[in-house]
């Protein structure tokens, strides 16, 4: 039987936040086992994760961004926008999609709430790799073969 292999998509925006979450991820899954990649946005984050999911080597995805309140409430749409997108592609496609990606609602770039961030992603980072081993560990042994 081979391992179960992971995709991990982060968001290049806010990377030295983002970037934690696959730090933690990591403490969980070996690297061996995980394909990174970066994409510009959360926003992009959805269709690449379908098109991943689409080529069925992978056992589940697990997606990385931070997305902050910019004072013109669009972040509030794009954060939806992509969860929603995320949980779309899990559904239709059947390999479980993961989301690390945070809406913060008070976020100000000083070293206080980055090292704050910073410490959280490395948390959810670890939570979403448990929680992507436990999805794995319940798929029906056929399919995991497959």
């Given at each position: 039987?081979?391992?179960?292999?992971f995709a991990?998509?982060k968001a290049g925006w806010h990377?030295?936040?983002v970037?934690?979450a696959?730090?933690g991820?990591?403490?969980?899954?070996p690297?061996?086992q995980?394909t990174v990649?970066?994409?510009?946005?959360?926003?992009?984050?959805?269709?690449?994760a379908q098109k991943?999911?689409?080529t069925g080597?992978?056992?589940a995805?697990?997606?990385?961004?931070?997305?902050?309140?910019g004072?013109?409430y669009r972040?509030?749409?794009?954060?939806?926008?992509?969860v929603?997108g995320?949980m779309?592609?899990?559904?239709?496609?059947?390999v479980?999609?993961l989301?690390?990606?945070l809406t913060?609602h008070?976020?100000?770039?000083?070293?206080?709430h980055?090292a704050?961030?910073?410490e959280h992603?490395v948390q959810?980072?670890?939570?979403?790799?448990r929680?992507a081993?436990?999805?794995?560990?319940?798929q029906?042994s056929a399919?995991?073969a497959?």
């Amino acid at each position: 039987m081979t391992l179960p292999q992971f995709a991990f998509i982060k968001a290049g925006w806010h990377a030295d936040i983002v970037d934690r979450a696959l730090d933690g991820f990591l403490t969980e899954i070996p690297i061996e086992q995980v394909t990174v990649y970066d994409v510009p946005g959360a926003f992009e984050m959805p269709m690449l994760a379908q098109k991943l999911a689409l080529t069925g080597k992978y056992d589940a995805i697990a997606c990385a961004a931070l997305v902050v309140d910019g004072g013109i409430y669009r972040h509030d749409f794009v954060a939806s926008a992509v969860v929603d997108g995320l949980m779309r592609v899990g559904l239709d496609t059947q390999v479980p999609v993961l989301s690390v990606s945070l809406t913060p609602h008070h976020f100000q770039e000083t070293d206080h709430h980055i090292a704050i961030f910073r410490e959280h992603f490395v948390q959810k980072g670890k939570e979403a790799a448990r929680a992507a081993k436990a999805l794995v560990d319940l798929q029906p042994s056929a399919e995991r073969a497959a």
